[in-house]
């Protein structure tokens, strides 16, 4: 069984329109994350939600929304996209506050492409 | 701010010479270490992690890692690589006991191992 599964594993689609991305971990962990991969492979941070709380919220523009309905699931929904959207989209999920370690469990990635 | 550096950008390497990638952090307080590896198409898998105790940590396949942490370093290292150590490692980072589980990553270091 996958742990942290995403889908799409690729989207492409033009500029302009609206896309979302679906994460579902079935680890048991309370916090998940969105992570952004640029061309050159630098990954950096989007989003982190705390049972279904938003607890960081990089900056990022607000085309960007993260949707919690459990805390299994954390969804990334982008309005307008835009070219420099274009990246690989990679949702994790660790333990919460209470017992975090720090290691960060992540799905096999989402490549966008906007074109 | 805090921040990973890995110094090296492209390492490459024949099979069976030793590795070793540098990684370097700022942040000044008790962090938590960690070594990722993302090979080719793949998503991220945690290779080590180092929390406290001994500094000198064993990771899967092989790898150790070394905190220093007069140097604020976690070098990785491996004796002996093979061809399918071929992916791209990152370092990263995480504070203790924050309320936020931000893990910091370094920008990657790609290795490519001949056979």
């Known amino acids: 069984d996958t742990a942290v599964s995403q889908t799409p594993k690729y989207l492409v689609t033009q500029m302009g329109n609206d896309k979302s991305i679906k994460c579902e971990q079935n680890?048991?962990?309370?916090?998940m994350y969105w992570y952004k991969q640029d061309s050159k492979k630098f990954l950096k941070i989007m989003f982190s939600y705390n049972n279904k709380e938003l607890i960081i919220n990089e900056t990022v523009p607000n085309r960007f929304s993260p949707k919690s309905p459990d805390k299994a699931h954390l969804n990334l929904h982008i309005n307008s996209l835009e070219l420099g959207d274009s990246a690989v989209y990679f949702c994790?999920?660790?333990?919460?506050?209470?017992?975090?370690?720090?290691?960060?469990?992540f799905g096999e990635g989402s490549r966008l492409t906007v074109l | 701010a805090q921040s990973v550096s890995q110094h090296n950008h492209h390492v490459i390497l024949s099979e069976a010479a030793s590795l070793e990638l540098g990684c370097n952090y700022s942040y000044g307080g008790t962090v938590n270490l960690f070594w990722y590896v993302q090979y080719p198409g793949q998503h991220l898998q945690l290779l080590l992690k180092y929390f406290s105790g001994d500094p000198l940590v064993k990771g899967i396949k092989g790898f150790e890692a070394e905190f220093i942490k007069s140097k604020f370093s976690f070098n990785l290292r491996k004796p002996s690589v093979q061809w399918s150590d071929t992916a791209e490692y990152f370092c990263?980072?995480?504070?203790?006991?924050?309320?936020?589980?931000?893990?910091?990553f370094g920008t990657g270091t790609r290795l490519t191992v001949i056979p």
């Open positions: 990263a980072v995480n504070k203790k006991l924050t309320g936020a589980n931000n893990l910091f």
């Open positions: 680890l048991g962990h309370d916090t």
């Open positions: 994790a999920s660790s333990l919460g506050t209470s017992g975090y370690t720090g290691e960060l469990f």
